[in-house]
């Protein structure tokens, strides 16, 4: 296997960050992980799993091999009465999949569009928008067993999704019998159950907004894609211009006597009622509040048109992002009293 060695990062993460990898192996096949394991070199040593980097944050050198997954292939495993099957190979662009399954006809991911990043990263982070998360559309995926090289498959409920979360995001407690796969599943190929009849997805006071703008009531898959293009595309930096990872914070939850607490003070404040009882507050709302929305620390900035979004203005490392994200944390803590969650995974 080709290892490279000294591999510069800035290229291979969306926030643009400058690190190196100190060697990095990249991964087109199943076979491919085999091989690695079964390596007297290679086998052993500690691993970090890289796909689009777009969920990431490198505060330095990365130290453990870095596995660039690139395993590539689309298909239609199969079509029943409800759904068609499409599979993945964990190194596609995840967008450049999405607009792929309108195209050959199978709709059901447009409001998913433009999300950076992987088809192998998604179900990590269970990504979300308008009004769908992956969960809603996942099959199942098959992946590799980094400690014992066995492959295997996993549907919705073994992957454990939770809001941004996943049973890849958490490591087993020892001792327990939980599932925790972070580190140590590198996912090979995902599949999709996209619904027959297809039905769109709305609801979502942007895409409300642009269906009156448009004049249209009965919008096509293709049509709901390029509005949700478009809604991001006003909002959110794009990572090829300016370095980012999406949301840095994930939205808290909150009890009702909390959120009753914050409007009595905030009357402003943006909140979603859930399901369960429980509010869903605006992160971006919060940080804005807190006056933070343009504000800098060296080249780490908050997104002029939306709090939720650390940007790099150039140079900015890790340390610099991480500095910045820990004074918001302060910041919306003493004001709010509520505590921040990191989206990104920090390396
Ligand atoms: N808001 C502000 N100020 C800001 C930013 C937001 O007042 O600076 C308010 C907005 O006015 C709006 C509310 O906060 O009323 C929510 O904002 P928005 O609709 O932009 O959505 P979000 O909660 O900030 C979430 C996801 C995004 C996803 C959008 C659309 C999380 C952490 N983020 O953002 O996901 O695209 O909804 O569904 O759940 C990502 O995860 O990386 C991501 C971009």
């Not at 939205?251 to 607490?261: I, K, L, M, W």
């Not at 509040?289 to 343009?294: D, I, L, M, V």
């Amino acid at each position: 296997m080709l290892v490279e060695k000294n591999v510069p990062l800035q290229a291979l993460n969306t926030f643009r960050i400058v690190a190196k990898a100190h060697a990095l192996v990249r991964i087109g096949s199943q076979a491919d992980v085999q091989t690695l394991l079964a390596s007297a070199e290679l086998g052993a040593q500690p691993k970090f799993i890289l796909g689009g980097g777009s969920n990431i944050v490198l505060t330095g050198d990365v130290k453990p091999l870095v596995l660039k997954v690139e395993i590539k292939g689309r298909r239609l495993v199969k079509e029943t009465g409800k759904t068609y099957v499409v599979e993945a190979g964990a190194g596609e662009n995840w967008h450049d999949f999405v607009r792929w399954t309108l195209e050959q006809g199978y709709p059901g991911l447009e409001n998913l569009a433009l999300i950076p990043g992987t088809v192998g990263a998604a179900p990590v982070q269970n990504i979300g928008a308008y009004g769908v998360e992956l969960q809603d559309r996942f099959d199942s995926l098959d992946a590799v067993d980094l400690q014992t090289g066995q492959i295997f498959t996993l549907d919705a409920a073994q992957c454990a999704f939770g809001y941004r979360d996943s049973v890849f995001k958490h490591t087993a407690a020892p001792g327990s019998a939980g599932l925790g796969l972070a580190g140590r599943a590198l996912i090979t190929q995902v599949r999709f159950a996209l619904p027959k009849p297809w039905k769109p997805v709305l609801g979502y006071a942007d895409l409300e907004r642009r269906m009156s703008e448009e004049g249209v009531t009965q919008p096509t898959a293709m049509q709901l894609l390029e509005w949700v293009c478009a809604i991001r595309r006003a909002k959110l930096p794009d990572p090829a211009v300016i370095g980012n990872a999406g949301s840095f914070f994930k939205n808290p939850t909150v009890t009702p006597e909390q959120c009753a607490d914050i409007i009595a003070r905030d009357p402003k404040v943006v909140y979603y009622p859930l399901l369960d009882g429980s509010i869903k507050l605006a992160a971006g709302w919060l940080i804005d509040a807190c006056g933070w929305r343009g504000k800098t620390v060296g080249h780490a900035g908050v997104y002029e048109k939306q709090a939720l979004v650390l940007v790099n203005h150039g140079e900015a490392t890790g340390g610099e992002v991480m500095t910045l994200a820990r004074a918001i944390q302060t910041s919306v803590y003493e004001r709010f009293g509520i505590r921040l969650e990191p989206e990104p995974v920090v390396v």
